[in-house]
């Protein structure tokens, strides 16, 4: 039997042209530009332009790199797998991007490098073997000041490419730790320490997914995964990030 008030394709084709048409004039008023170099581009679902987009270092078949640097920084067996969209380098486009995406109130920035890091690894991450993602949580204080959690935009990006589910409700921020920026290794594990709490749901998760937009020195990610573990010992971890940063 057919569901009243679901839309038909007609509507469903209108409503697209719409939202075409919309989004169309919108570009004529506002243009849409590079978030790097401002240059003006044509395409609504490009954040940079060619040349910007071309000066990053993306990890196209680096994976097994990535793999062993961020497995290597976070060190903990739970850890199987990780992956980066690309290497994060200070004072290159990459850090523009994570810089726009932190404090420019564009939650879309996210949820678009979160998409795009999905379709990396579409052919990568099997099917089923990823029961839940989750992003590294932030402190509400921080959450309520920027509007929104970035590590939770890419997730729900990378959330609808993979058709994993994304819940925001297994890990909490109980410490509003100070920033981590001119901090060493060590510094930065003692400023993290004991600052997350795990749901007790996750005795019932084998497989879980952690996004971060960029890993440095991986003492954030290891306490939230040491945090996870105390609810269950046996969850196998998968991080996805943005950009990795080498060792400090
Ligand atoms: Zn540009």
């Not at 994976?63 to 067996?77: F, R, T």
């Not at 379709?119 to 949580?137: A, F, H, R, T, Y």
Request: hydrophobic share 40%; charged share 25%; aromatic share 10%.
């Amino acid at each position: 039997m057919k569901r009243s008030g679901f839309p038909n394709k007609r509507t469903w084709n209108s409503r697209k042209v719409l939202k075409e048409f919309l989004l169309s004039a919108f570009t004529l008023v506002f243009p849409i530009q590079c978030v790097s170099c401002g240059l003006e581009i044509s395409d609504k679902f490009k954040l940079l332009c060619f040349g910007c987009a071309s000066r990053i270092k993306w990890t196209s078949h680096m994976d097994k790199e990535v793999h062993s640097q961020i497995i290597q920084l976070v060190n903990l067996p739970c850890v199987w797998d990780a992956y980066s969209l690309f290497f994060f380098t200070k004072e290159g486009v990459e850090q523009v991007l994570i810089h726009h995406l932190k404090y420019q109130d564009s939650k879309y920035t996210g949820f678009f490098l979160g998409k795009r890091l999905g379709q990396k690894l579409k052919n990568k991450i099997q099917e089923g073997s990823i029961d839940l993602l989750i992003s590294v949580p932030s402190h509400h204080r921080k959450k309520y000041d920027r509007g929104y959690n970035q590590s939770e935009a890419i997730a729900k990006g990378l959330s609808k490419q993979l058709n994993i589910p994304f819940s925001a409700d297994f890990t909490f921020k109980i410490i509003n730790a100070s920033s981590q920026t001119r901090l060493n290794k060590n510094e930065r594990a003692q400023n993290v320490k004991n600052s997350f709490l795990a749901s007790p749901k996750f005795s019932n998760v084998n497989s879980i997914g952690i996004v971060d937009d960029v890993i440095t020195s991986g003492a954030t990610i290891k306490e939230l995964c040491k945090t996870i573990l105390e609810i269950n010992r046996s969850i196998r971890i998968t991080i996805f990030v943005l950009g990795v940063v080498g060792h400090d």
